[in-house]
């Protein structure tokens, strides 16, 4: 990568941090979309491709090396989502270089991503959500964090970058309550039940503690050297709960949040709450759990209803 680049990339990551307000996560997707990943894997960053094809100057770049850096992640296999989201972070990356008269014009400006096919999200039964957040041993000091993390993830609907920043501060376990930011450092407040809070507050008074020793830090979840509990380390809690819980499906965090708006959309909650405890801005993005509670719906009226079942049906008119 050329200097300028390089500065280009540093001043774009600062602008997404201050400006916009992006999380750290979110940040690190975008950057590892641009650059791609040096340390494993092979190439497939848009910053790669471009010094493979001696593309030197970002000004360079136009309609056609990007249809030729989509030929060449689809001859990766690389699916047509992730193209999606590596396209998006190329836009998102030209638009900062036209405001800051980097570049003349964004090659990507009136372009389309490649259009997807339309996936519902996985979520988990109410059987095995159970099983999982049974999962940590709560005799220990890791285990009582592990349930209450697992209990806040499927309670409050929380992404991974927020539980990760959660500040004591933001707790409020008189109301049972939450303020986190979600993207675009937008704020709500949101709910937990009892079994959540319950899990919390054993962890607060017994874990926490023992996990911070004699440090000071406002992190409601730390790791076992007393430091902010990192989105990584949550994922490899998830899918050692999700192994002992006998889940053959991958868990991980953003599942909880798919199954915590499937369920309560399920007990009948009205759509519109549920985007607001997601923190969604807008409602066709909430929309999409509709379609997943529809389709158990009808799997289970396909199981349950006696004129339903193909085999019934064929057998009485025989």
């Not at 499927?154 to 409020?172: K, T």
């Not at 509990?229 to 006998?246: M, S, T, V």
């Not at 409602?283 to 719906?297: G, I, K, M, P």
Request: charged share 25%; hydrophobic share 35%.
């Amino acid at each position: 990568m050329s200097s300028n680049t390089q500065e280009a990339l540093d001043r774009y990551v600062d602008y997404l941090e201050a400006e916009r307000g992006l999380s750290p996560y979110t940040v690190r997707n975008y950057t590892m979309d641009l650059i791609g990943n040096y340390a494993r894997g092979s190439e497939k960053g848009f910053f790669q491709f471009l010094e493979m094809k001696q593309v030197n100057s970002l000004d360079e770049v136009d309609k056609q090396v990007l249809r030729d850096y989509m030929s060449w992640l689809m001859a990766q296999g690389v699916v047509k989502r992730s193209i999606a989201r590596k396209l998006s972070a190329i836009r998102s990356f030209y638009r900062y270089l036209v405001r800051e008269g980097k570049v003349s014009t964004n090659p990507l400006e009136k372009a389309s991503s490649p259009k997807l096919d339309r996936r519902l999200p996985s979520f988990l039964t109410i059987e095995e959500t159970v099983r999982l957040l049974e999962a940590p041993d709560r005799s220990t000091p890791q285990g009582l964090r592990d349930r209450a993390l697992l209990e806040l993830l499927y309670a409050a609907g929380l992404r991974v970058s927020e539980l990760e920043s959660l500040n004591f501060e933001q707790l409020n376990m008189e109301t049972n309550e939450i303020r986190v930011w979600g993207k675009g450092s937008k704020e709500r407040v949101v709910l937990i039940g009892e079994p959540a809070a319950r899990a919390l507050d054993s962890y607060l008074a017994q874990g926490r503690p023992a996990l911070l020793g004699k440090k000071k830090t406002n992190a409601v979840f730390l790791n076992q050297y007393g430091g902010r509990l990192p989105a990584r380390r949550i994922q490899k809690i998830l899918d050692k709960c999700a192994r002992k819980a006998g889940i053959a499906k991958r868990v991980h965090p953003h599942i909880l949040r798919h199954t915590f708006a499937t369920h309560l959309l399920d007990g009948g909650a009205d759509l519109r709450v549920v985007q607001e405890l997601l923190g969604h801005a807008q409602l066709a993005t909430t929309q999409v759990y509709t379609h997943v509670s529809q389709s158990q719906a009808r799997k289970i009226y396909q199981a349950a209803h006696p004129m339903a079942r193909k085999e019934d049906s064929k057998v009485e008119s025989e």
